[in-house]
Structure formats: C-alpha cells, structure tokens
C-alpha cells in the first residue's frame, strides 16, 4: 500500500537518472502526478511523459533528460506566500536561479518561477534541479 505516490514516482525518476536509465514506466496515473511532470517537462528536466492504460489502471511511461542533479518531495506540504518563497528556495535549491521548487496554487501546479510572477502562494510539493 503506497502512502505517498508523488514521492514514490519522484523516487524512481531520481533513481533511473542516476544509473543512466532513459526511459521508466511508474504508477500510478494520478491527476497531480501528471501536472508535476508537466512542470518538470516545461523545464526540461524531463523529455515528455504519456499516459499508458492497462488493467490495474493507468501509469506514466516517462522519456527522462539528462539535466536531473537531485529531485525530492518537500515534507510536510508547507503553505507558503509568495513574498516567502526566496526564502524556501534557498533551503531546497543549491544556487539562486538553479534548479525550480514545484507548488500547488489556486490557480493550478506550478514552479516557483511562475508563482511569483503570477503574484500566487500555495502548498510546496518536490524540488528539481
């Protein structure tokens, strides 16, 4: 029983790039899982992703890049506001402008990047970098 899927699919995607694996298959297909993959597609931490169906429902078959250093899931889901959001990034991220911290927002999942230029907080969920 998985009690947290987003951090076992941010696991497995950690793992496979750093053994040099080019292509994973994960599940499950959740909603939330695939807008986080969505922002990491956006900025190239990944290739592109789809959505494979089969009889125990659905899962991800992810094409991975190579510019993944470290990913992880942030614990417990912090709300933050967007004034604070510099603050976080320098707890979660190596360097200023390296790397994106991935949140959930009123208006949708999204990176910090775009959160602060939306003027939008919301809950963090997983930094990439």
Not at 13 to 41: D, F
Not at 46 to 64: A, P
Not at 77 to 100: M, T
Request: net charge positive; proline share 4%; with cysteine.
């Amino acid at each position: 029983m998985r009690h947290d899927p987003l951090n076992d699919i941010i696991s497995q995607i950690k793992n496979a790039s750093r053994i040099g694996l080019r292509t994973i298959e994960v599940q499950p297909a959740a909603r939330l899982i695939g807008r986080v993959l969505k922002v990491m597609q956006d900025y190239n931490y990944i290739k592109s992703f789809e959505v494979v169906e089969n009889q125990t429902g659905g899962k991800f078959r992810i094409e991975l890049s190579e510019t993944i250093n470290n990913c992880g899931i942030i614990k417990p889901r912090l709300p933050v506001k967007n004034i604070n959001l510099q603050k976080y990034e320098s707890r979660y991220l190596p360097a200023q402008d390296f790397g994106i911290i991935i949140l959930t927002t009123t208006r949708g999942v999204m990176s910090h990047i775009d959160a602060r230029k939306n003027g939008v907080g919301g809950k963090l969920l997983a930094y990439v970098y």
